[in-house]
């Protein structure tokens, strides 16, 4: 599958912006899907993931109450809404795709995703 993220960009602390992830390739609902973060020198960490209907998010402690993640399965789309944003939230987003059994709902660790978007980067100016 070949994910392509958007949406990244230049915004002030406690501002908002919503990221996007298109997939293609394969059947989209076969998927978990995840975002992760990298800052520079950092290694990449894990935000968030969505169950493969929707039904189940979760989320790392960080974002935990800021951050959003849905999916549009009709539109093999997968979106990250970031809301009171902070400088430490700058980083690269990364998109993912978990190709899991019917019984995993929850993937979280990098080595667990299949696929990998480009990233886009968001800069939170304080």
């Known amino acids: 599958v070949q994910l392509q993220a958007s949406g990244g960009g230049l915004v002030q602390a406690g501002g908002s912006v919503r990221l996007s992830c298109a997939a293609s390739g394969r059947t989209f609902t076969s998927f978990n899907m995840g975002w992760f973060r990298q800052a520079p020198g950092k290694e990449r960490e894990f935000v968030g993931t969505?169950?493969?209907?929707?039904?189940?998010?979760y989320y790392a402690d960080s974002v935990k109450g800021r951050f959003t993640i849905s999916r549009d399965n009709a539109k093999n789309t997968v979106y990250l809404q970031m809301n009171s944003l902070k400088p430490e939230d700058t980083a690269t987003y990364y998109c993912a795709a978990a190709a899991v059994s019917g019984l995993v709902v929850v993937v979280t660790g990098t080595g667990q995703y299949n696929y990998w978007g480009q990233g886009t980067q968001v800069t939170v100016s304080s």
């Open positions: 969505i169950s493969r209907n929707g039904g189940i998010t």
